[in-house]
């Protein structure tokens, strides 16, 4: 009996690419197809998906007929609460087998697997979704091994089915591993990682395919199911490129984009006074996000680059107006760092190449790195030298280690390289923007603001 899968993974919001993969699918889908997705296809930088609490993604996913998806991290990146309200009010099932609730309970509306019958044919489907490591505590969710749970999913469900396939979306390094370890295994369909297979490949008789990301591709595979196994027919990528774009996707993504502007567009509060923004200076909005990571982080000091916000706030203030500035879904962030690598990325700070260099890293959707901003902490130049860095009005040691509250960009060291030699991170679910929401209507944080940290010479600022 013939079975024709087409699959995507990673599609993070590119929805006009995805409008061209929808018309692809449509065009290829017979009564033999079922359409899977491997995660990541709601990545929350839309401004669709943020006014809706996730369900644009469900209805265009309904409106091309998937059948089911894996949960990634970018579905969890909204929140827990987005997350579930998601998956309870999908038609589509939303699978993960090692994904619970920080207690370890079951996740509402969260299928370990499914069992979807296509003209006879009975298809097993799990999926497993990435360990988020130090994000995991943040954002109320327990992860468990991937492998353990895969088995323990094949061992439960032995002899339901004709055909097994796995959502992968732990990225392609281990498919070949669990080829070889699993043989219950037909197809694993990967994710995480972005790679493309121009072909799919076939390991110790399981099918392997990765169509890249960014619904620039979709992946198709046919076989044929005999008493005596699985047999690959066609296992390919093809390009989303020479495809027009989808109507329904299209008029989807319209009706739920003015409706998020209306939801996002509502006032929160205004400003007492204005927070303006510049890349290289040191300014009032920058100032803001240090001082209120340090105040919701209590470390010894914050610290936040410009580049982070793309521009200044200066009169009302909305979730809209919020995503405009801080586009980049990254995490206020605590971590342990030496006061050596402290100096350096300060002293880098002063290099105009340094903060207008491309920002590109995980998570950042502004331009430039920026210069660094300080809260708890001051900084005395003269000229274009650093001659003294003050923590909480003590000179910095090199060798002492110090608790700062920053983002999970800088925490990397992306930007500045140095700070990626901290310890103990922690990351709290609330985003870059969040901090803006919060310290921006407290009247003693916009004042705060106002005082610079780096001084010249002798003129030491309180």
Same mark, same amino acid.
Request: hydrophobic share 35%.
């Given at each position: ?51 809706? /609490?996730?369900?644009?993604?469900? #209805? &265009?996913? @309904?409106?091309? =007929?998937?059948?089911?998806?894996? %949960?990634?991290? !970018? ?71 991937? /492998?353990?749970?895969?088995?323990? #999913? &094949?061992? @439960?469900?032995? =002899?339901?089915?004709?055909?097994? %396939?796995?959502? !992968? ?294």
């Amino acid at each position: 009996m013939k079975l024709k899968i087409l699959h995507t993974n990673d599609v993070h919001s590119h929805f006009e690419a995805f409008a061209r993969a929808a018309t692809l699918i449509k065009e290829y889908k017979d009564e033999n197809t079922i359409v899977l997705d491997g995660g990541d296809f709601a990545d929350f930088k839309s401004i669709e998906l943020q006014g809706t /609490k996730g369900m644009a993604a469900i #209805e &265009l996913l @309904r409106s091309v =007929g998937y059948d089911a998806l894996t %949960i990634g991290n !970018n579905e969890m990146f909204n929140g827990f609460d987005t997350l579930e309200h998601m998956a309870g009010s999908s038609p589509i099932p939303f699978i993960s087998n090692n994904l619970y609730r920080k207690d370890k309970a079951p996740i509402s509306g969260v299928k370990s697997s499914v069992i979807l019958e296509k003209n006879g044919l009975r298809i097993f489907i799990t999926g497993a979704s990435p360990d988020l490591q130090g994000f995991n505590e943040g954002l109320g969710v327990y992860i468990t091994d991937y /492998k353990k749970a895969i088995k323990e #999913e &094949l061992v @439960r469900h032995r =002899g339901t089915y004709d055909v097994c %396939i796995l959502l !992968n979306h732990v990225g392609t390094e281990i498919d070949e591993e669990l080829a070889n370890e699993l043989d219950e295994v037909d197809m694993i369909l990967s994710a995480h990682d972005h790679q493309l297979y121009a072909r799919a490949k076939s390991v110790n008789g399981t099918v392997l395919n990765s169509a890249g990301c960014y619904g620039e591709y979709v992946g198709l595979i046919e076989v044929d199911v005999t008493n005596e196994g699985v047999e690959l027919i066609r296992g390919e990528t093809i390009s989303t490129q020479p495809y027009p774009p989808d109507h329904e996707v299209i008029d989807i993504m319209k009706r739920n984009k003015e409706k998020a502007i209306e939801v996002l567009s509502r006032p929160l509060y205004t400003l007492d006074r204005p927070l303006w923004h510049d890349v290289m200076e040191e300014n009032p909005m920058t100032n803001l996000i240090a001082d209120g990571l340090q105040d919701m982080l209590k470390c010894d000091f914050g610290l936040i680059n410009s580049g982070i916000v793309n521009a200044g706030a200066f009169q009302n203030i909305s979730h809209k107006k919020l995503i405009e500035i801080c586009p980049s879904p990254l995490n206020p962030t605590s971590f342990e760092i030496q006061g050596k690598h402290i100096r350096k990325a300060i002293e880098d700070s002063m290099d105009a190449q340094v903060c207008l260099a491309d920002g590109r890293g995980p998570g950042f959707r502004g331009k430039f790195v920026g210069r660094l901003h300080v809260s708890g902490a001051e900084i005395i130049q003269e000229g274009r030298r650093i001659s003294e860095i003050l923590i909480g009005g003590t000179p910095l040691e090199d060798e002492k280690w110090y608790s700062v509250a920053s983002s999970d960009y800088l925490q990397r060291g992306s930007g500045y390289e140095s700070l990626g030699h901290g310890r103990n991170e922690k990351y709290l679910p609330e985003e870059i923007r969040d901090v803006i929401r919060i310290y921006a209507e407290r009247a003693g944080f916009i004042e705060k603001a106002q005082m610079n940290r780096w001084s010249e010479g002798s003129n030491v600022m309180a």
